[in-house]
């Protein structure tokens, strides 16, 4: 089997080709040839980016579009926007709790029970911070930092294992997104599963490292979501790649 940078590469070449195909038909006369080759360039330009970004140690792609997600940024109703949280797989019993300090050189702390690795960049603070993370209860993931409300100068990571995780089957790459809430307690009706959040974040998928890797610049509660039919993630899931 082919690793993963040589399938991304693959993907981005069919992109490409795909592209030229595509831009043949778009257009007749002169305006043709410069159709295609904007478009064409555009797919070169796409499929260097990801090799690129998988000459790291990292091989991040941005999470395809979910199917009827809210759109990206605050939501504008007060009484937030309805998502699906991902699940996991083996609930947890009682709130699990851990804190770590950080100063403005800052640091990454990794909790192997929760399967959540939390970086923060140097200068993110200005002086030395207490940061406690509870992961909630039940099957839906989802986590609440304090102190609440805390700012930071540059954005941190929250990186999520997928292993063990209910996601999506049967697709190259998790489709996934992020929603922010304010309450101690992500509120999940028991009958749908779904949940309110204040506003809805991007997700990069690290295909390398099997995870789901989210931006913030604030506290408190962060969930991942998905409006994929659940299937059980054991670490043989469809989208993993050697």
């Known amino acids: 089997m082919i690793g993963t940078k040589g399938y991304l590469l693959l993907c981005s070449l069919h992109a490409y080709f795909s592209a030229l195909t595509r831009g043949r038909y778009l257009i007749d006369g002169d305006q043709m040839k410069s159709k295609r080759l904007n478009v064409s360039h555009a797919a070169i330009l796409t499929a260097a980016a990801i090799v690129i970004a998988c000459g790291g140690e990292q091989a991040l792609l941005v999470s395809p579009p979910v199917p009827g997600a809210p759109p990206l940024g ?43 690795t939390i970086t923060v960049p140097a200068g993110a603070v200005a002086g030395p911070t207490h940061i406690t993370v509870f992961a909630l209860r039940g099957a839906p993931l989802a986590y609440r930092f304090e102190p609440h409300g805390l700012q930071f ?10 292993h063990g995780l209910l996601l999506g089957a049967s697709r190259p790459i998790p489709r996934l ?46 969930t991942v979501a998905s409006a994929a039919s659940d299937s059980t993630s054991d670490g043989r899931s469809s989208w993993e790649l050697r």
């Open 74 to 116: 605050v939501v504008q109703n007060p009484s937030g926007a309805l998502v699906h949280p991902i699940r996991r797989q083996q609930p947890i019993a009682r709130e699990v709790s851990w804190s770590f300090d950080v100063d403005a050189r800052g640091t990454s702390v990794r909790h192997p029970g929760t399967g959540l």
């Open 153 to 162: 100068a540059q954005p941190i990571q929250l990186t999520q294992s997928l």
């Open 177 to 222: 997104f992020a929603g922010y809430f304010a309450d101690d307690t992500l509120a999940v009706d028991a009958a749908s599963g779904n949940a309110p959040v204040m506003e809805i974040l991007p997700v990069q998928i690290d295909v390398r490292a099997h995870t789901a890797v989210l931006s913030v610049r604030h506290f408190s509660g962060y």
